[in-house]
């Protein structure tokens, strides 16, 4: 999985670290810093340590008066001192390490010296919490920040002990999503009020007492939630048509003010940009495709849906690539069968954001594979481009070449059997 080079263990405390920020208050950073601390020393020759570290950090969590950043710099402390006792290659060990034959993977709770965690065992991120708020403006703001945070935690859960040196897309970065709030917080809910009826939504129900998250659940405020989708999308409908104007110059002259208001559209594109590039991920161009996707996900994303096919990839992962020892080997291409099955379902866009999780979740899952893969939706790069533009640009990165040089050598003939479709 990888090897002892500085960038592979600096990778583990960043996403330790990444995952750690995620904690929403001191009792799920504890739960979270057990978990890691268990997941980390998991063999049985750890239990002694693992008891005596998860000791300390419970006492050290019920001092009185201790802010959540400096238990936040204690946790990673912990995870940096655990991660430079050990070697990579011991942790290349453990994830090879036979599951048992007593359940799925033999599956232990912090602590529990007797089990271990499967290698395709994840730390999830807890779900957004609902606020309320003092006005309209800002009721809106938090509940679409609340809704495209249902998506963000979905996409930010991670196996610790996966280290890949490859920088993630923006959906699967913890870092990402403050920015994308910021940005909805401050350009596009602003914008959104513009149009009057929106506004003159703001005296119609006592909003003080509504929370983020009812206008996504209660049925008696269905109504007002479509209005506000309705501004939603009248905002990115606006900057798709000036980046479409970029790339495509209008042929007919515009009057001064629908000129003004095309240059601001696009000056606001190269804000956006700006606004929520990071080093930390990948962020393709605002291009039309892009500000489609950023349109569509509060609408698009069904998150039991897609619960239940992350699972399905999971256990057909685990049958095909990495069999535990309670499941059945599965045939060749059964899990190119359940990603083709996954962009039908999720669609093209978080489709694609699925199979870059899995690379980063699934120890055996390599880029050789993924590039294997794509060529399941085209013959040749235009084509692929065309169907999986996400996919195709996450495997040009520069940083992902280079990963992929460094893969071990395995079964090639195997591992395209098992991701490409077989010739007629």
Same mark, same amino acid.
Not at 247 to 275: F, I, M, N, V, W
Not at 291 to 309: A, G, N, S, Y
Not at 373 to 401: A, C, K, W, Y
């Given at each position: 999985?990888?090897?002892?080079?500085?960038?592979?263990?600096?990778?583990?405390?960043?996403?330790? /670290?990444? %995952?750690?920020?995620?904690?929403?208050?001191?009792?799920?950073?504890?739960?979270? !810093?057990?978990?890691?601390?268990?997941?980390?020393?998991?063999?049985?020759?750890?239990?002694?340590? %693992?008891?005596? !570290?998860?000791?300390?950090?419970?006492?050290?969590?019920?001092?009185?008066?201790?802010?959540?950043?400096?238990?936040?710099?204690?946790?990673?402390?912990?995870?940096?001192?655990?991660?430079?006792?050990?070697?990579?290659?011991?942790?290349?060990?453990?994830?090879?390490?036979?599951?048992?034959?007593?359940?799925?993977?033999?599956?232990?709770?912090?602590?529990?010296?007797?089990?271990?965690?499967?290698?395709?065992?994840?730390?999830?991120?807890?779900?957004?919490?609902?606020? +309320?708020?003092?006005?309209?403006?800002?009721?809106?703001?938090? /509940?679409?920040?609340?809704?495209?945070?249902?998506? +963000?935690?979905?996409?930010?859960?991670?196996?610790?002990?996966?280290?890949?040196?490859?920088?993630? #897309?923006?959906?699967?970065?913890?870092?990402?999503?403050?920015?994308?709030?910021?940005?909805?917080?401050?350009?596009?809910?602003?914008?959104?009020?513009?149009?009057?009826? %929106?506004?003159?939504?703001? /005296? +119609?129900? #006592?909003?003080?007492?509504?929370?983020?998250?009812?206008?996504?659940?209660?049925?008696?405020?269905?109504?007002?939630?479509?209005?506000?989708?309705?501004?939603?999308?009248?905002?990115?409908?606006?900057?798709?048509?000036?980046?479409?104007?970029?790339?495509?110059?209008?042929?007919?002259?515009?009057?001064?003010?629908?000129?003004?208001?095309?240059?601001?559209?696009?000056?606001?594109?190269?804000?956006?940009?700006?606004?929520?590039?990071?080093?930390?991920?990948?962020?393709?161009?605002?291009?039309?495709?892009?500000?489609?996707?950023?349109?569509?996900? #509060? +609408?698009?994303?069904?998150?039991?849906?897609?619960?239940?096919?992350?699972?399905?990839?999971?256990? !057909?992962?685990?049958?095909?690539?990495?069999?535990?020892?309670?499941?059945?080997?599965?045939?060749?291409?059964?899990?190119?069968?359940?990603?083709? !099955?996954?962009?039908?379902?999720?669609?093209?866009?978080?489709?694609?954001?699925?199979?870059?999780?899995?690379?980063?979740?699934?120890?055996?899952?390599?880029?050789?594979?993924?590039?294997?893969?794509?060529?399941?939706?085209?013959?040749?790069?235009?084509?692929?481009?065309?169907?999986?533009?996400?996919?195709?640009?996450?495997?040009?990165?520069?940083?992902?070449?280079?990963?992929?040089?460094?893969?071990?050598?395995?079964?090639?003939?195997?591992?395209?059997?098992?991701?490409?479709?077989?010739?007629?």
């Amino acid at each position: 999985m990888a090897d002892s080079s500085g960038e592979e263990f600096d990778e583990r405390v960043i996403n330790s /670290a990444a %995952l750690l920020g995620t904690a929403v208050d001191d009792k799920a950073l504890l739960e979270m !810093t057990e978990k890691l601390v268990s997941v980390y020393l998991q063999s049985p020759n750890d239990a002694e340590v %693992l008891a005596q !570290t998860l000791l300390q950090v419970r006492g050290f969590f019920h001092k009185s008066g201790l802010s959540m950043d400096i238990l936040r710099q204690f946790s990673v402390q912990v995870i940096r001192v655990v991660l430079r006792s050990r070697p990579a290659e011991y942790y290349d060990a453990m994830l090879n390490m036979a599951p048992s034959d007593d359940g799925p993977g033999g599956l232990g709770g912090p602590g529990d010296a007797e089990g271990h965690h499967a290698p395709t065992e994840l730390i999830l991120v807890p779900p957004p919490q609902a606020v +309320t708020c003092q006005n309209f403006q800002d009721l809106v703001a938090e /509940a679409l920040c609340y809704r495209l945070r249902q998506i +963000t935690t979905f996409f930010q859960r991670r196996n610790p002990l996966v280290a890949r040196g490859v920088r993630a #897309p923006y959906l699967l970065s913890p870092a990402f999503e403050p920015r994308l709030c910021a940005v909805v917080r401050e350009t596009i809910a602003p914008q959104m009020f513009q149009q009057k009826f %929106l506004n003159g939504m703001a /005296a +119609t129900r #006592p909003w003080r007492q509504i929370s983020s998250a009812d206008l996504w659940r209660r049925p008696d405020l269905h109504a007002d939630l479509e209005k506000i989708l309705k501004a939603w999308n009248a905002v990115w409908k606006k900057l798709y048509r000036a980046e479409h104007a970029r790339q495509y110059p209008l042929d007919q002259r515009l009057s001064p003010s629908e000129a003004h208001a095309l240059t601001r559209d696009q000056q606001t594109l190269g804000e956006l940009q700006h606004l929520l590039s990071g080093p930390e991920y990948a962020l393709p161009k605002l291009s039309m495709g892009q500000i489609k996707i950023f349109q569509t996900l #509060p +609408t698009q994303f069904d998150r039991p849906v897609m619960e239940q096919v992350w699972k399905g990839l999971r256990q !057909t992962y685990e049958q095909e690539l990495d069999r535990r020892a309670y499941q059945e080997k599965a045939r060749h291409g059964a899990l190119r069968d359940a990603y083709l !099955t996954a962009l039908d379902v999720c669609g093209p866009a978080l489709g694609e954001m699925l199979i870059a999780l899995s690379f980063y979740s699934f120890p055996r899952l390599s880029l050789f594979w993924l590039e294997q893969f794509s060529h399941n939706l085209g013959s040749h790069r235009d084509e692929r481009m065309h169907h999986v533009p996400q996919l195709i640009r996450f495997l040009e990165q520069e940083d992902t070449r280079r990963a992929a040089a460094r893969e071990p050598d395995r079964n090639q003939a195997e591992m395209m059997a098992s991701a490409c479709a077989a010739e007629a």
